[in-house]
């Protein structure tokens, strides 16, 4: 999973919370991306960010919020307003420019009940 | 929005057998990339071709890119149970500058049966 972490691998919320996943990369990377993917399906973008104190909304930002208060950090807050929150939710990494291949981090399983 | 798509969906194998997978996607692209998922693990990068190529090898990976059908094929060769996982292709579309970014297919299931 490379020089991303993302914690904690499981979490558990009530309907109602706000709640915050934590991703953190160690590849001086300037770009960092999060995504949600549900049972079967592919990726789906939510935000990204290309450099610090700077993001842009992705495909499905809505009930979300993110922050880039320093480069190696891109929390995720999923917020009340976030309808069906329970996913596996993905961070990434990637250098601007060239190929954006991208390094992930190993996910964090959301389950709010 | 999800660009590329992969077929089949699911594919099962016997070990041995080479796995074939194909993507399709509809704007004009810059690369394509294949990434693997273990069951509820991150992605990892396999494999990349920029849209002047037509194939590249990596080991027991050979993908081709075909820009004129806007399809991409991974193939892998002399599969092994560890293979199993799911895999993904993914676009970055020419000309979107600074905000380029990686769109996604829904993913294949492949299943290496020992």
């Known amino acids: 999973d490379g020089g991303i972490t993302q914690s904690p691998k499981y979490l558990f919320r009530k309907e109602g919370q706000n709640v915050t996943l934590s991703c953190e990369q160690n590849?001086?990377?300037?770009?960092m991306y999060w995504y949600r993917q549900d049972p079967g399906q592919g990726l789906r973008l939510i935000y990204y960010?290309?450099?610090?104190?700077?993001?842009q909304k992705g495909d499905i930002a809505e009930g979300y919020s993110v922050s880039r208060e320093k480069k190696e950090s891109f929390p995720l807050t999923v917020t009340s307003a976030q309808k069906n929150p329970t996913a596996f939710y993905l961070c990434?990494?990637?250098?601007?420019?060239?190929?954006?291949?991208?390094?992930f981090g190993p996910g964090t399983r959301l389950t709010v009940t | 929005s999800q660009q590329g798509e992969e077929d089949p969906q699911a594919l099962s194998i016997q070990e041995g057998e080479n796995a074939t997978m194909n993507c399709s996607y509809k704007?004009?692209?810059?690369?394509l990339q294949w990434y693997r998922q273990n069951s509820g693990r991150g992605l990892v990068h396999l494999i990349l071709?920029?849209?002047?190529?037509r194939e590249k090898h990596s080991g027991r990976l050979r993908v081709t890119l075909d820009t004129s059908k806007k399809s991409s094929s991974l193939l892998i060769t002399a599969s092994r149970a560890a293979d199993t996982a799911s895999y993904f292709c993914?676009?970055?579309?020419?000309?979107?500058?600074?905000?380029?970014?990686?769109?996604f297919g829904k993913g294949i299931t492949l299943s290496v049966r020992p």
């Open positions: 990434a990494s990637s250098i601007i420019g060239g190929t954006y291949e991208q390094y």
């Open positions: 590849l001086n990377h300037d770009a």
């Open positions: 960010s290309q450099i610090v104190n700077d993001f």
């Open positions: 704007t004009s692209i810059n690369n």
């Open positions: 071709i920029r849209s002047n190529e």
């Open positions: 993914a676009t970055v579309a020419i000309h979107t500058g600074a905000n380029s970014k990686l769109t």
